[in-house]
T-cell receptor, first 114, second 111 residues
Framework: EAGVAQSPRYKIIEKRQSVAFWCNPI?????LYWYQQILGQGPKLLIQ????????DSQLPKDRFSAERLKGVDSTLKIQPAKLEDSAVYLC????????????FGDGTRLSIL | SQQGEEDPQALSIQEGENATMNCSYK?????LQWYRQNSGRGLVHLIL?????REKHSGRLRVTLDTSKKSSSLLITASRAADTASYFC???????????FGRGTSLIVHP
């Protein structure tokens, strides 16, 4: 079984620029998660999708972050404009059916804001 | 917030010793999961324990759950250098179904 794929692995941008991350979950997994992980901390959930619907986005800074999961498969997370405090690793995860089952994580995108 | 607290924040042991990490939480949960994260990689699921379970095993891993004390522990027996990683607990609350991770325990196993 192929794992969760994320790209790019690394991204360096200047503040106020925009950036997008892509995630391809494990085939057949209905639930997809985007997390932000700041160095030395645990992952913080940004948004959770069930198929192509949003389950929770209460911790997504909606003035600058957006995410979509068209057709209930791949997902993109966008930041526009980026701030210095957005420097972090952005992790995508998927699970078969909801958070009461194990999550499978990609290796993340490490974002550095200059 | 339901964020868990892991204890200790850092743990350094010799190969062959046991490592115990603890996780405490605030409100009722559906289940609690433990994950491992190697440097520069994503998290890897280790064990899921449901609120009506008290103990689960997987190889050298043993997880306990005490819902009366709102705490869980992860025991790694006969540790190896390859166990060096950060370990996180994740709580799934009873009502929200939103996963919440703790800050993690950084484990270093010296060969």
């Amino acid at each position: 079984e192929a794992g969760v794929a994320q790209s790019p692995r690394y991204k360096i941008i200047e503040k106020r620029q925009s950036v997008a991350f892509w995630c391809n979950p494990i085939s057949g997994h209905a639930t997809l998660y985007w997390y932000q992980q700041i160095l030395g901390q645990g992952p913080k959930l940004l948004i959770q999708f069930q198929n192509n619907g949003v389950v929770d986005d209460s911790q997504l800074p909606k003035d600058r972050f957006s995410a979509e999961r068209l057709k209930g498969v791949d997902s993109t997370l966008k930041i526009q404009p980026a701030k210095l405090e957005d420097s972090a690793v952005y992790l995508c995860a998927s699970s078969l059916r909801g958070p009461n089952q194990p999550q499978h994580f990609g290796d993340g995108t490490r974002l550095s804001i200059l | 917030s339901q964020q868990g607290e892991e204890d200790p924040q850092a743990l350094s042991i010799q190969e062959g010793e046991n490592a115990t990490m603890n996780c405490s939480y605030k409100t009722s949960i559906n289940n609690l999961q433990w994950y491992r994260q190697n440097s520069g990689r994503g998290l890897v699921h280790l064990i899921l324990i449901r609120s009506n379970e008290r103990e689960k095993h997987s190889g050298r891993l043993r997880v306990t759950l005490d819902t009366s004390k709102k705490s869980s522990s992860l025991l790694i027996t006969a540790s190896r250098a390859a166990d060096t990683a950060s370990y996180f607990c994740a709580m799934i609350s009873g009502g929200s179904y939103i996963p919440t991770f703790g800050r993690g325990t950084s484990l270093i196993v010296h060969p």
